[in-house]
């Protein structure tokens, strides 16, 4: 399991835009998954699993195997109900769990901002789950036709997340720092007095 402590803080430095644009990948995971609370960010090692609709017991699962720093990467199916709360939150904590992720439906929001547990989650929901069926831990998922295994990069932000194969961290980690370099070159640039069309070379459409 690769450890991605150490680059944590410069990955939330570039973004997930960057992350996202540097790798070259289908890397972006569905738009409508988003931060449960204003200034959510996170990033480290993914450990995905499925849900049944409605059922949360592979999460509970998942809590008891991840490792320190992972991030829990749940396939929900997109069914809105409340997979997660205040009581899976302090779990994950306890165990040094980074975050969720999820294609599905969170519930007690205001806790998990008091806790500054990151999640990123597709809806909200007060409605909860049975506990019945796990259909996979710790194995592949696909969410929104981005394949995730265990131990690839996870990055999340207000702009959304981004998931790059762990084979692909370094190249896509070096053409990050290029292009956070470049644009803050560009941006020197127009502070000093350029425009965007000088600077890109733009011309009119006619």
């Keep these: 399991m690769p450890a991605y ?16 644009e540097a790798s070259g990948l289908p890397t972006a995971l569905d738009y409508n998954i988003r931060p449960v609370w204003p200034g959510a960010t996170l990033a480290g090692a993914a450990f ?18 991840a490792e320190p720093g992972d991030v829990l990467v749940v396939d929900g199916h997109g069914y809105i109900a409340g997979y997660w709360g205040e009581i899976l939150t302090v779990a994950a904590q306890a165990r040094g769990i980074a975050g ?9 929001l205001a806790a998990l901002e008091s806790h500054k547990f990151p999640v990123f989650a597709r809806g909200i929901a007060m409605r909860a789950c049975i506990k019945l069926h796990a259909p996979s831990v710790g194995e592949p998922i696909v969410i929104a036709d981005v394949a995730i295994a265990r131990g690839d990069l996870i990055v999340a932000d207000g702009d959304g997340v981004v998931a ?43």
Excluded: W
Excluded at 100 to 108: A, S, Y
């Design 48 to 65: 995905p699993l499925r849900c049944a609709p409605g059922d949360n017991l592979a999460i509970h699962l998942a809590v008891a195997q």
């Design 164 to 206: 790059i194969p762990q084979a692909q961290v370094e190249r896509t980690l070096a053409g990050a720092r290029q292009r956070t370099d470049k644009e803050a070159a560009i941006m020197q640039r127009l502070r000093a007095g350029e425009t965007t069309v000088q600077i890109l070379g733009l011309k009119s459409g006619k």
């Design 5 to 20: 402590q150490y680059l944590i803080d410069e990955l939330l430095r570039h973004g997930t835009s960057t992350l996202c």
């Design 100 to 108: 969720l992720v999820i294609d599905g439906g969170v519930r007690d």
